[in-house]
């Protein structure tokens, strides 16, 4: 293992990809609510998505997790100023960049979203074909007969049963999973590059999230889509996602490929979550630990790890100075002081440098 100190956060030395669909570089957020102090939400964020290829992030609620796809569908917040640094890079242009306009018109075209809860994405008072075909429509007029030909289609595609009848339907008549399906089938209509999933199972119940995860997953690869996949629950993420950043206070503050970073955690936050997700083997009534205390306060600002506070292997240092990038393995980084060693993740024998000089403050 080394430690290094480039002027970018884990990620970006993971950044290999001649094109990525998606490419997000030293990003932050600042949100300036109406009342109140401004929050910083998001610390130099950087990540990429290949086409084909699905990115999990993960953290606690309040990570930033849905600035972050917000930010890269281009919706700011309402009722706030939201100041943003950085480049979020669809294909060759930069949404930052873009003039309000072509900005309005990427959500549901080349970027779409799955929401959490489809019941607050969905017009009550609409039929679904209506909403299915939205993508579609708002490019050229569609006559109802090909509307509802299309919307059968698209509801056929994400395997809803009778999709003739429920393109007829309003969404209080379908169930939640089937409102997640329409969700689905709406969002792939305009054929889009990349798309968003922002806890798109967590509003279903235990036996139909997987079914929807999987549909996910198999247009991702059908399609060559790029998934942002976005959770709360890393375990959602095993065996779906092929890499994972794991967000901390607006910090990516682990990327790597699943595998390593779930087999090998680095960061002391990475490796409390994965002890909070229930295993299939062991004790029965294991209690599951749970991380003691609260993420920061982001209005209040801060020097050196976020996680500090609440780290059982932190020192001194790790409140004063940003922490370095140390990287695990191929592709696997974590900003971390005191980051864990696993045996088989070092071929060199080298270990974190002890006292690393701090470079600018984000991680
Ligand atoms: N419009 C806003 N005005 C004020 N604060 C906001 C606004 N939007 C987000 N925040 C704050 O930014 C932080 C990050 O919010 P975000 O919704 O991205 O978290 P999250 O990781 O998606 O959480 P959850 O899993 O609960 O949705 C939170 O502290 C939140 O309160």
Do not use: W
């Not at 922002?198 to 059908?222: G, K, N």
Request: glycine share 8%; hydrophobic share 35%.
């Amino acid at each position: 293992m080394t430690v290094t100190t480039p002027t970018a956060g884990p990620g970006a030395a993971a950044s290999h990809h001649p094109t990525p669909v998606l490419r997000v570089e030293a990003l932050d957020v600042v949100i300036h609510p109406a009342h109140g102090r401004p929050l910083h939400v998001l610390h130099d964020v950087h990540l990429h998505i290949d086409a084909g290829e699905c990115l999990g992030v993960v953290g606690e609620s309040g990570s930033g997790k849905s600035v972050l796809s917000r930010t890269i569908l281009g919706v700011p917040g309402r009722g706030t100023r939201v100041a943003r640094t950085g480049r979020v890079r669809l294909h060759d242009e930069d949404i930052l960049d873009m003039d309000a306009r072509r900005r309005a018109g990427l959500p549901g075209a080349e970027i779409a979203m799955v929401h959490q809860d489809p019941m607050t994405s969905l017009n009550p008072v609409v039929r679904i074909a209506d909403q299915v075909t939205e993508a579609l429509t708002a490019r050229r007029r569609l006559r109802r007969r090909e509307r509802y030909r299309t919307a059968a289609e698209l509801l056929a595609a994400v395997d809803v049963p009778d999709p003739e009848g429920r393109a007829r339907a309003y969404p209080h008549e379908l169930s939640g999973g089937l409102r997640q399906r329409v969700g689905i089938a709406a969002a792939l209509a305009g054929e889009p590059a990349l798309l968003l999933a922002d806890e798109p199972t967590t509003a279903l119940d235990v036996t139909v999230q997987r079914t929807v995860l999987d549909l996910l997953d198999r247009h991702r690869a059908e399609r060559g889509l790029a998934t942002l996949l976005i959770t709360h629950d890393i375990g959602l993420l095993f065996g779906r996602a092929r890499r994972i950043a794991v967000m901390y206070a607006g910090h990516i503050v682990e990327t790597g490929r699943t595998e390593d970073v779930t087999d090998r955690p680095a960061h002391p936050y990475t490796a409390a979550l994965l002890r909070s997700v229930p295993r299939v083997t062991g004790p029965l009534r294991r209690t599951l630990p749970t991380i003691p205390g609260a993420p920061p306060d982001l209005t209040r600002p801060r020097t050196g790890c976020p996680f500090a506070p609440r780290c059982d292997r932190a020192s001194e240092q790790c409140t004063r100075a940003t922490p370095p990038v140390h990287h695990a393995g191929a592709g696997h980084t974590a900003s971390c002081f005191h980051p864990l060693s696993h045996p088989d993740a070092d071929p060199q024998g080298a270990s974190a440098a002890p006292n690393p000089a701090p470079r600018k403050a984000t991680s």
